[in-house]
């Protein structure tokens, strides 16, 4: 008598005589192994170079400049407990989501929009790109001027940046749609608006998502660039007085809780392409 | 019977630099109400050339496509096409690739859904419901394909070289499938290949098209079905028949 489990293997090999599945018994090890090696591995590698940093900060170099890595969590102490830490953290995060939050949005209706009208997009194509050369920072002063020195200057700041790229990755996505997907919907009796919905949208959505990656560290750059150059409040002014104090275990606090909110976002970025890129095979995940 | 869909003095230039590239020039065809016709050629004939311009995808450069003598100037739900080319959704599974065509024509979900599953029963691809495109094989793909394109639910189909990437047992069994799904359907088809024995397994009717799309010949086929392929290659006048298409296409030269 045949098992259920192989009925149905037999079912699936008659219907079409291709792949059938098989159930694995593989072990835990098998099966988190890899994870386990990668995860380790990260966590030996910081701790040798912590003990490292540690042990030839004082000796080798000069404790001025590199500070230690005790003292560095010293301060993150130190700031946490006068409630610097997070009154400035919170204002260069606010920065860099609504920069980012503006940026992207902006960034991707716009790309969606102009790579709709070809005609168009090749007129005003050199200038943007002329715009998306230009170095971000030398807009700071103008900036300045226009918004003064508060949030407003950074948010733009930021998301002048972000939206340079979401914008060009998106129109990338639209323009390079498969000429064979648009045809097959107009086949079907589609019109223009169901071509928008149902194939452009959906493939420019890959390089959306391309640029809202590449788009999280220079949202950070635009907020922290801003508060460096002017600027009371927030990590980046944190970095620029603790600098000027010669107190590089400020510095180096400072950059930590920097990378902290880059691997966040980072992190909340490649979950939401996670779920919309199911539908590519494995190995072209990123 | 009247003629379903018929071109006349159907002419294609394409535009290359300062150069015109002729693909088709003057063709005239009618396609019967019901009929199975294979157009035989080989490669660059215009055999694709022409089904883009039946389907309404693309303008000829003169003459006419009319479908039941109204003039085709876009495409139409009547007529459903099968690129050589898969253009699956590759971010829609195969039920919600089967569901497209319901879904643009506005027909409710719940009966879109027992449509799309029985028809992706019909092409045997049960338990690969939930599967994308690219997990899927060669043979699957065309299989949900065809499942798609009758989803729309046409009168003529158009069929250009469906199988042609397929290997050959792949391609027997497909053939046997697409001949059970036509039967008593009523179902008007049109099948480009450039394999002669897959055209006079499958057609009712051959049209054999020479360079830019001229018709070497026009022949009906009288082979009694079922056709069974190995039955045929034993077949005196099946034998004949190939012949008669093979010395048509080296004429083409």
């Known amino acids: 008598m045949k098992t259920v489990d192989e009925q149905k293997t037999v079912n699936a090999e008659r219907t079409t005589g291709q792949s059938v599945t098989v159930p694995l018994n593989r072990g835990w090890w098998e099966k988190h192994g890899r994870t386990v090696v990668v995860w380790g591995g990260r966590l030996v590698l910081s701790v040798v170079l912590l003990v490292a940093w540690q042990l030839c900060a004082g000796r080798v170099f000069d404790l001025t400049f590199t500070s230690r890595p005790l003292d560095v969590a010293r301060r993150l102490g130190d700031w946490q407990r006068d409630g610097l830490l997070w009154s400035n953290t919170w204002v260069t995060l606010k920065e860099v989501l609504l920069g980012f939050a503006l940026g992207a949005s902006t960034g991707a209706v716009t790309g969606f929009v102009l790579a709709s009208l070809p005609t168009f997009y090749r007129v005003v194509d050199p200038f943007i790109v002329a715009l998306y050369s230009l170095p971000k920072v030398a807009l700071a002063p103008l900036f300045i001027v226009w918004f003064g020195i508060g949030l407003q200057m950074k948010v733009l700041l930021a998301a002048v940046t972000v939206f340079f790229l979401v914008f060009l990755n998106t129109a990338v996505g639209v323009r390079e749609v498969d000429r064979g997907l648009i045809d097959a919907v107009r086949l079907m009796g589609g019109r223009r608006r169901d071509v928008v919905l149902k194939v452009v949208l959906p493939a420019s959505m890959t390089g959306l998502l391309t640029g809202l990656k590449v788009a999280v560290p220079y949202s950070l750059i635009g907020a922290v660039i801003g508060e460096l150059v002017a600027s009371n409040r927030g990590l980046g002014y944190l970095i620029s007085d603790a600098a000027a104090n010669f107190d590089t275990a400020g510095v180096f606090a400072t950059l930590v809780v920097l990378s902290v909110i880059a691997t966040v976002l980072n992190l909340f970025v490649s979950l939401i392409d996670r779920r919309a890129n199911r539908w590519k095979p494995l190995e072209g995940r990123k | ?253």
């Open chain 2, 1 to 253: 019977m009247g003629a379903v869909l018929e071109v006349t003095r159907l002419t294609k230039q394409f535009v290359k630099g300062d150069m015109g590239i002729l693909a088709l020039r003057d063709l005239s065809l009618g396609i019967e109400e019901g009929c199975f016709v294979t157009v035989l050629g080989r490669s660059g004939c215009g055999k694709s050339t022409l089904l883009n311009m039946m389907s309404g995808l693309m303008p000829p450069t003169s003459g006419a496509v009319t479908y039941r003598d109204a003039p085709v100037t876009g495409p139409r739900t009547e007529v459903g096409y099968l690129t050589q080319s898969d253009t699956l959704m590759p971010w829609r599974d195969v039920v919600r690739n089967v569901e497209m065509p319901m879904e643009i024509k506005g027909v409710d979900a719940k009966e879109r859904r027992e449509r799309a599953t029985d028809l992706v029963e019909r092409v045997g691809l049960t338990g690969f419901e939930r599967h994308y495109p690219r997990e899927l094989s060669g043979g699957m793909r065309r299989r949900a394909s065809l499942a798609r394109m009758l989803a729309g639910d046409p009168e003529v189909l158009l069929l250009d070289e469906p199988f042609g990437a397929l290997d050959a047992q792949l391609r027997f069994v497909l053939q046997a499938e697409l001949l059970r799904l036509w039967q008593g359907s009523g179902q008007t088809v049109v099948f480009v290949t450039h394999d002669i024995e897959e055209a006079l397994l499958l057609g009712d009717r051959i049209v054999v098209l020479g360079r830019i799309g001229k018709v070497l010949l026009d022949k009906e086929i009288d082979l009694p079905r079922p056709r069974d392929a190995d039955e045929l290659r034993v077949d005196p006048h099946f034998v004949s028949l190939h012949k008669e298409m093979t010395a048509a296409l080296r004429e083409a030269q």
